[in-house]
């Protein structure tokens, strides 16, 4: 059946578009967005959050564009650096999601606005941070819409440092998030002088960034205990930026309940949560339980549901190629690359199944947890307001650039104390 396309949707895929997009996909149908969007609509209605999903895989991408389809609800379609770089696990990378996107939207008539995110870019070091200049323009040229700057790994100064000098290389229009306190559960949490450091920066060189993500208390992957995301801390944080009009991203949901997450929802300025691994599991036709993790039988394993997700026969042969690599549980997400295509190869009916239970765990959280229902609407206005795919900044210059050379950065990091946690690889 084809799609029906209203006034104000053909009007925004007119002017909302940004020009990668609109270069890559001359005559298409789907209106790919800047992340910008998707925030303003989840501000515009309140206490809401728009669901970032990691597209780890063609099903995950699929399930959630349908999901976001019925709940009316505006989404972000993303990918980390670990998991879609150049030393990616995953089929789906930063430089063909969008194709992907824009032909699953074309193909299903999805007329919610979608922004495509590289998530988690990050920087660890000065041969990070010169890659960087050659490797970010070559993403947005294909089809990034929004990016995360993630060098929370470095100490606050070079952090900061590491963002202005990224400046150059991320489109105005563009969504951006960046990050202050490596993401690694209860170990080095961060602070509210971290957090304030880090956006005061960046506002006196003008940057003004659409999302913070802290460490907040949570993990990537499976959640190995329910201690989760510390919703005062992160109320508190997001409370003393409010100055500078910033929301927060949420990371690491899975291994957090729906009540824990609708309290990030009510109490905090949070419009953008990632969801990665809860998605792979359940595509796969896995036992998950309401806090996004995989269940374990007695013996230890994963329980495949009998009947959904992948076929029985290729589940048997992902666990022996798993267990040929001695691979443990939080391993699996590496099971990605070498199955994608093995996946796509099943029979249609398979294939089906695989993304419709994506799209009801999906449709669920943006509707039941995260308050996004009927945001897709929103967007349109924002974009229809601003006329442009460029709707603007949140926040105004506030904080003197004389005060935040690179020298006098250096200095004013001395000041703040930073507990990093353990060494570790959190990258997800």
């Known amino acids: 059946m084809a799609a029906s396309y209203s006034a104000d949707f053909e009007k925004a895929l007119q002017v909302g578009r940004p020009p990668n997009i609109k270069a890559l996909f001359p005559n298409s149908k789907a209106l790919i967005v800047s992340g910008k969007v998707v925030d303003r609509a989840m501000l515009a209605k309140g206490k809401a959050i728009t669901l970032a999903a990691n597209g780890r ?26 998991e879609g ?18 032909s699953l ?28 200049k050659v490797e970010i323009p070559t993403m947005f040229e294909a089809g990034i819409t929004s990016i995360a700057i993630d060098a929370s790994h470095l100490p606050d100064d070079q ?60 993990t990537h992957g499976i959640e190995a205990s329910d201690a989760g995301i510390q919703v005062g801390l992160t109320a508190e944080i997001h409370q003393a930026l409010a100055h500078y009009k910033i ?92 199955f994608e295509n093995k996946l796509l190869a099943q029979p249609r009916e398979v294939r089906e199944r695989m993304a419709r239970s994506v799209e009801e765990f999906a449709y669920r959280m943006m509707t039941e947890v995260f308050n996004a229902r009927d945001t897709a609407p929103l967007a349109l206005e924002a974009i229809l ?26 200095d004013r990091a001395k000041l703040i104390v930073s507990d990093k946690g353990p060494e570790g690889n959190f990258e997800d």
Not at 291 to 313: S, W
Request: glycine share 8%.
């Open 57 to 82: 895989s063609y099903f995950i991408i699929r399930g959630v564009l349908m999901a976001a389809q019925r709940a009316n609800a505006p989404v972000i379609i993303e990918i980390a650096k670990s």
């Open 85 to 102: 770089g150049q030393k990616a696990y995953c089929a789906v990378n930063y430089w063909n999601m969008a194709r992907i996107v824009d």
């Open 105 to 132: 939207c074309n193909e299903l008539g999805i007329t919610v606005p979608v922004a495509i995110h590289a998530d988690h870019y990050g920087i660890k070091n000065d041969k990070d941070l010169a890659a960087a």
């Open 247 to 338: 929301n927060g991203a949420q990371h690491g949901t899975s291994g957090n309940s729906s009540e824990r997450l609708r309290l990030i929802a009510d109490q905090t300025a949070t419009t953008k949560a990632n969801v990665a691994t809860a998605l792979q599991m359940i595509s796969w036709g896995l036992e998950v339980n309401d806090y996004g993790n995989a269940q374990l039988d007695a013996d230890g394993n994963f329980i495949k549901r009998k009947g959904e997700g992948m076929t029985e026969e290729l589940w048997a042969e992902v666990v022996a190629f798993a267990d040929s690599k001695g691979w443990k549980k939080g391993d699996y997400k590496n099971l990605n690359l070498p």
């Open 385 to 410: 307001k601003a006329n442009s795919h460029d709707v603007g900044p949140k926040g105004s210059q506030i904080e003197d650039p004389s005060h935040w050379t690179d020298a006098k950065i250096i």
């Open 159 to 218: 952090n900061l440092l590491a963002n202005l000098a990224l400046k150059p290389f991320i489109p105005t229009w563009a969504g951006y998030e960046t990050e202050v306190g490596e993401i690694k559960g209860k170990a080095g949490l961060s602070t509210v002088d971290e957090a304030k450091f880090l956006i005061q920066g960046l506002n006196a060189h003008e940057i003004f960034p659409d999302w913070i993500a802290l460490n907040n208390g949570t």
